[in-house]
């Protein structure tokens, strides 16, 4: 077991073994996980710490968290050939489905401004040094925190509980703060995000394009960890789906989604980005592991659909898993290598898909750009990424299936 998965497996189980949650919150408990994770990873290392900045006009423009505070960001300023461009990463972490747990979500950094980091270390693709992030070390990065419970994607609120769910306005009010900053200028561009931000960043692609319209800038998207599949759960019952259902009516999001997706496809469908990606306009890349650590945790094998706890050490530690267990784990990898055929033959996107046990992937260093990072046909995460970017080649990295990667770095609970 590499250092990794050694810090992952002691955080997991410390976090997760110390909760004691409703079934609602479970999601979040394995986001926190896998948080605390990277936290660690993070402290360990001599990353840039970037302060938060409060929108202070936002409230005017009912563009608030969950429980109405102000929504923020973190920008580190680019230099030298990167002071006019500018990548954008979208903060994960998860969403909410029911009134109830949109209340707790409020109380937490997840929801509310009072309670997010004042600083956050800048790691990954968001690094500020050449030998961390070759592309995009000297770009202007920035990180917009995640507050309102839903991708960053409704316009409604809840005045009996008290609960803002103003993703949409949060965006709109970012991208003005941005822009006002010095984005308008950028020549090139890149909206990323990760998890519930990379769903986010799919999202939002193509009006992020419109913000920046001008001939000469060069700009696209990437989503990591944010293919999440409309999948059948070890039950034979739909998880994810039902907790999707859930994100979309406390938030009514229908209005929001995009209407070539629902005018054939109901509202659900059309927060899944198997039915949303062949449709974006502007090039995007999908960074995505095959086996999702979040995915096989909540969508797969949660414990709702697990009765009788026969999957426990499976999705805790692969290494655990029987041949039967491996086998529900590579339909699931094909379902995610079908649904992005249609993607992937446009000469514009790209594809890296290793068959990894890992989740998000861009923004740790050690999976982004390190010795010892998860490769592809030779190539890191970085370099993968960056080669697309800039069109120094066509990327469509699709990997074996497992066990044949060795430079994974899987994460166990």
């Not at 955080?11 to 394995?30: D, Y």
């Not at 489905?97 to 937490?108: A, E, Y």
């Not at 769910?165 to 965006?171: A, K, N, T």
Request: positive net charge.
């Amino acid at each position: 077991m590499n250092s990794v998965m050694r810090i992952a497996s002691a955080i997991c189980c410390l976090w997760l073994c110390s909760v004691v949650g409703v079934a609602w919150s479970r999601s979040s408990n394995t986001e926190d996980a896998i948080w605390l994770l990277e936290s660690k990873l993070m402290a360990t290392s001599n990353a840039s710490m970037v302060p938060l900045t409060l929108i202070q006009g936002a409230a005017s423009k009912g563009a608030v968290c969950l429980d109405g505070t102000l929504p923020g960001y973190h920008l580190h300023r680019g230099f030298g050939s990167g002071a006019n461009r500018w990548l954008i990463q979208l903060e994960g972490g998860g969403w909410c489905n029911t009134r109830r747990s949109c209340i707790f979500r409020k109380t937490t950094r997840r929801g509310s401004s009072n309670h997010m980091e004042k600083v956050l270390p800048f790691t990954g693709i968001l690094s500020n040094k050449a030998n961390e992030n070759p592309d995009f070390y000297n770009w202007n990065r920035v990180k917009l925190r995640y507050c309102d419970g839903a991708s960053f994607t409704g316009d409604s609120e809840d005045q009996s509980s008290q609960l803002y769910y103003r993703g949409q306005r949060i965006w709109q009010v970012a991208m003005e703060e941005l822009m006002s900053k010095g984005m308008q200028k950028a020549d090139q561009a890149l909206l990323s995000g990760c998890s519930a931000g990379g769903l986010a960043s799919i999202l939002h692609c193509d009006k992020f394009k419109q913000l920046l319209p001008g001939s000469t800038t060069r700009v696209k998207c990437l989503s990591d960890a944010g293919m999440f599949m409309d999948a059948v759960d070890v039950s034979g019952g739909h998880s994810l789906r039902n907790m999707f259902q859930g994100v979309v009516t406390v938030q009514n999001l229908q209005k929001k989604l995009s209407t070539t997706c629902t005018n054939h496809l109901d509202p659900t469908s059309c927060f899944f980005p198997q039915n949303l990606v062949s449709e974006i306009k502007t090039p995007m890349f999908l960074l995505n592991a095959a086996y999702d650590a979040w995915q096989v945790q909540e969508s797969l094998a949660p414990p709702s659909a697990d009765r009788t706890g026969s999957w426990k050490a499976c999705t805790s530690d692969h290494s655990h898993c029987n041949s039967s267990q491996i086998q529900f784990f590579q339909d699931f990898r094909n379902q995610m290598v079908n649904a992005v055929k249609s993607f992937s033959a446009s000469t514009h996107n790209g594809l890296f898909i290793n068959s990894c046990f890992a989740h998000c992937q861009s923004e740790r260093q050690d999976t982004w750009f390190a010795p010892d990072s998860p490769r592809l046909y030779g190539k890191t995460v970085a370099e993968s990424v960056g080669d697309w970017y800039f069109d120094r080649k066509t990327v469509k990295a699709i990997d074996c299936p497992y066990p044949c990667d060795k430079t994974c770095h899987d994460l166990t609970f």
